[in-house]
């Protein structure tokens, strides 16, 4: 065999292996948060959508929900939010809104012009409840179970696959 | 307006960029030599498109146009001018214009370069040059558009990441470019080589600058990344084996045995086929560096923007540049013969050990690095390579090599006739030997071990280099800028070697709680802990420490370490206190709070580090010296001395 050929043979097999490390990322996008597994923190918060009421987390009890995080200054917020929309109108698992670091009006707003998604809207204007969550960077999703266990957490953008693989299947494969 | 013209900019580049490859590389091959005058001006339309574009984008950022969603999710309204700037290069699609741009610079100074070359060899380099640009803008405008709209446009900013916020790491990612993009300069001369099938040592000669200059530049880069993660970081460390660090050495190490290997071949006509595979691989590499950080493939600090979708790409790309490249040297490197023989203690025969060691040293950082992926790839789980696997296997190759060099310095091309010159070589070893075992048995204490061994080897090589320099000044004869820059580049390697030693085995360190008013005893100094101020910054706030260091009762200096808390994106950074006192460094960073006035804060004194840097600063300033010899500018027009070429593509 011609001994010049042997670099583009290792060169070969290093371009498999990266197309299979390329592949396998696209799975790597769950992110093991110690709180996978573990109860849900419980929080009660002002209600955006309704100011006379306070959220309480405990009412989702008994139901499979997901529970985004988001606020009007993220823009990757704004990719996901037509996603989120559409998820409201299949209607196949509720959505709760937590409102970081936010102003009231600009979200209000935002809602009103983008549409909203959202079950409720607590408002987590120190971001106290973030913190207890682990939340590092908005937009994360959280997946909550019937007993207020987090079974799946989502970084980054919703998209419609991870939607319906991650969220709406877990939660139908579950109950 | 701006972004859309930016944008637009862009695709003329790409359109110009293909132009460039196209008559570059077909005319030759064709042999339609009247399409040759096409090729300078695709070549010149296409830089003067992509600086437009660049220019765009700055503007965009200065100007803070949250509209843009590179620039809304990259800066904020607060942050100051000069980070405007430097966050154009701050995430994944900025990085690849400024690649882009610097590849342009290059590509021009070529140009003037080639053009006392043979008409067609530099068409076909501003070709290969040509087709690697057309490659990387389409990825941008594909993939990675930095002039996309935000719609409706974002009232501020996410800010730029808080860990790039800092004059030195403004500069890293520039400067670090410059050097991966000038190995492209010499994998265009060997693809042009190749593909004329004209591989004598013209080639070798054309090349050696312009390899020089880029290994200068990618010096200086890694030092300021390397320098930046040491104070900025909070650790104290300076070099972590982090997959990214590692992309950025890989091309050093064998960039290094590529300028080694052009020597024995211009000099020499030997290693033909071995010095167009070195161009090759060092510039795979650099390729490899950019795209490993921005695939998402490895998983590090570093990838701020990894995306299997342009890992794709990527791929694609690379198997295209470097899959042909290898094919065409699996075709072509077999014609090649070497005539001249060299008997074994031989210059050439050192130069070959030097590179069997160097890719032996690359292999091994090539090897951890991959590991995690190839495990991954392979189902056996996730594994993580660390210092335990680098620092050892590391070191094997390379104190072999500290001590080659301080041999082959001595050494004469063709003749093994080192048994004349062994005076030289002995004294100067027994002589380091001697000043090590000073320095660890007087000087620094404790026991002597591997230290003793590297510092001695260290102090061997400083000595041994400058022995022929100092001879021929003596005997008044010339230095050219060659010999200047070698021994310069040796040298500094026999200081790096020494303070590496020295932080490694001497540095004292502790982490420890502190109240107000309370003092840390750490290597011969006290340092008492004043309390904290609160401070604001323009997009921080934070706390600011004080820390009194006193030696011997007598008062050294007052360090100010701080603990910053990003704004935006709501981190937080440390900045630590740092003083350099009789070469060494006093060093310490501010912990957490834990409650009541007290703090965690690490303290450490670490020896000589900066010594480290500027080692690495010599080497790259022997790295210009050389490539701006008197040799290399007879051989071309004066306005191109690569020097001036190296520093007009950072400006």
Same mark, same amino acid.
């Given at each position: ?175 | ?32 030599? #009247? ?528 603990? #910053? ?87």
């Amino acid at each position: 065999m011609n001994r010049f050929l042997l670099p583009l043979a290792a060169f070969v097999l290093l371009a498999i292996v990266l197309a299979i490390g390329i592949r396998q990322s696209n799975t790597k996008g769950i992110v093991v948060s110690p709180l996978i597994g573990r109860a849900a923190p419980e929080f009660v918060l002002p209600n955006l959508l309704d100011a006379t009421k306070r959220f309480d987390s405990r009412v989702m009890k008994g139901r499979w929900y997901a529970l985004n995080v988001w606020g009007t200054w993220c823009i990757e917020c704004r990719v996901e939010h037509e996603v989120l929309v559409a998820a409201r109108q299949e209607a196949k698992l509720p959505i709760v809104g937590l409102n970081w670091k936010d102003e009231d009006t600009e979200a209000r707003a935002w809602l009103a012009q983008l549409g909203n998604p959202y079950e409720a809207v607590p408002v987590d204007a120190e971001g106290r409840v973030a913190i207890d969550y682990g939340v590092y960077g908005a937009p994360e999703t959280f997946l909550i179970d019937p007993r207020g266990v987090i079974v799946y957490k989502r970084i980054g953008p919703m998209t419609p696959e991870i939607w319906q693989r991650e969220f709406v299947q877990r939660a139908a494969g579950a109950s | 307006m701006l972004p859309e013209l930016g944008h637009f900019a862009l695709i003329l580049a790409l359109l110009l960029a293909g132009l460039q490859a196209f008559f570059g590389l077909a005319a030759p091959a064709l042999g339609r030599d #009247r399409w040759l005058a096409a090729v300078m001006p695709a070549t010149a339309g296409q830089a003067v498109m992509v600086a437009t574009a660049f220019a765009c984008l700055v503007a965009s950022f200065v100007r803070f146009d949250f509209s843009v969603a590179y620039v809304a999710q990259n800066s904020n309204s607060a942050l100051p001018l000069i980070y405007r700037i430097a966050a154009v290069w701050g995430a994944h699609e900025g990085s690849l214009l400024l690649w882009i741009v610097l590849l342009a610079c290059w590509t021009i100074a070529v140009a003037f370069g080639v053009s006392r070359l043979p008409p067609r060899f530099g068409a076909r380099v501003l070709g290969v040059l040509g087709l690697v640009s057309f490659g990387f803008l389409l990825f941008t405008l594909a993939t990675s558009n930095p002039f996309l709209r935000l719609d409706p446009a974002a009232p501020d900013g996410r800010d730029l990441n808080p860990l790039l916020q800092d004059p030195a790491l403004a500069l890293h990612p520039p400067l670090l470019y410059t050097g991966y993009v000038g190995f492209a300069v010499a994998f265009a001369f060997a693809i042009a080589a190749m593909l004329e099938g004209r591989l004598d040592q013209a080639w070798a000669r054309w090349t050696r600058p312009w390899t020089l200059a880029a290994w200068a530049f990618l010096s200086i880069g890694i030092a300021l990344g390397s320098w930046w993660a040491y104070y900025e970081l909070g650790w104290g460390g300076y070099w972590f084996w982090d997959p990214v660090e590692n992309a950025s050495f890989m091309p050093w190490l064998v960039g290094t045995a590529l300028i080694h290997s052009l020597a024995a071949t211009e000099k020499r006509g030997l290693f033909k086929s071995w010095t167009l595979l070195l161009a090759i691989v060092a510039f795979s590499l650099s390729l490899l560096g950019t795209f490993l950080v921005r695939s998402g493939v490895l998983v590090s600090v570093h990838s701020f923007a990894a995306d299997p979708a342009r890992g794709v790409f990527i791929l694609a790309f690379l198997v295209i540049m470097i899959g042909g490249a290898l094919a065409l040297y699996a075709w072509r490197a077999p014609l090649l013969k070497s005539n001249a023989g060299f008997e074994f203690a031989s210059r050439e025969s050192f130069l070959l050990f030097n590179n069997i060691l160097l890719v032996i040293a690359a292999a091994t950082v090539f090897g951890g690095t991959m590991a995690p992926l190839i495990s991954d790839a392979a189902g056996l789980g996730t594994l993580s390579v660390g210092p335990q696997y680098f620092n050892p296997t590391f070191l094997l190759p390379m104190l072999p090599l500290v001590a080659l060099v301080a041999i082959a310095v001595h050494s004469n091309w063709k003749r093994g006739r080192l048994p004349e010159r062994k005076r030289p070589v002995i004294v100067s070893g027994l002589v380091g030997l001697a000043i090590a075992l000073a320095l660890v048995l007087g000087y620094y204490g404790g026991r002597p071990g591997l230290a003793l061994v590297s510092l001695a080897l260290g102090a061997w090589l400083v000595l041994s280099s400058l022995v022929d320099p100092v001879d021929r000044l003596r005997r008044g004869l010339s230095l050219p800028r060659a010999i200047i820059g070698m021994t310069l580049a040796h040298v500094a390697l026999g200081v790096f070697v020494i303070a590496v030693t020295t932080v490694e085995t001497y540095t004292a360190e502790e982490d420890i709680a502190l109240a107000q008013g309370e003092t840390a005893h750490v290597g011969g100094y006290d340092f008492r802990f004043e309390g904290v101020a609160s401070i604001d910054g323009p997009n921080y706030d934070g706390v600011h420490g004080m820390v009194q260091v006193s030696r011997n009762g007598q008062p050294v200096v007052t360090l100010h370490p701080e603990k #910053r808390r990003y704004l935006v994106q709501q981190s937080v950074m440390t900045e630590a206190g740092i003083a350099t006192q009789a070469g060494r460094d006093l060093f310490v960073a501010l912990g957490e709070d834990l409650g009541a006035g007290r703090w965690s804060l690490r303290i450490q004194i670490r020896p000589l580090i900066n010594y480290v840097w500027l080692a690495v600063a010599l080497m790259a300033l022997g790295g210009f010296l050389a490539a701006s010899d008197r040799r290399y500018r007879s051989a071309r027009a004066p306005a191109t001395e690569p020097g001036e070429a190296g520093q007009g593509s950072t400006a």
